[in-house]
């Protein structure tokens, strides 16, 4: 499994990375497999991927305990996974 981002934004798994704030392998949230996949099952929609990750996020604490950033600090796992629902949920709204 692998982690790639380049800053420049020349993929869609890159403007993906970028949108959810996973850009930073160190504190990686998806593997370069797994947003490949999310993208295809999106229809390379970004808004949609983006709203998949989310849901993922919001949905499995393992995958944030293993991911926290120095942003989460503050936060505890469900007011994380809180977060990633409300995130996920405004798409629908909009």
Known sequence: M?????DTLVSD????RFRI???QSAYRKFYDEELDAILE??????DKARVMCF???????DRLVLTKDGTAGAFTLLALMKLY??????????
């Not at 798994?13 to 993906?16: G, Q």
């Not at 993922?56 to 604490?61: K, N, Y």
């Open 21 to 23: 704030d996973d850009t």
């Open 2 to 6: 692998a982690f790639t981002y380049h």
């Open 13 to 16: 798994r890159d403007y993906l």
């Open 55 to 61: 849901s993922i996020l919001a949905q499995d604490p």
């Open 85 to 94: 629902a409300q995130r996920a949920a405004e798409f629908y709204m909009a």
């Open 41 to 46: 099952e999106s229809g390379n929609d970004i």
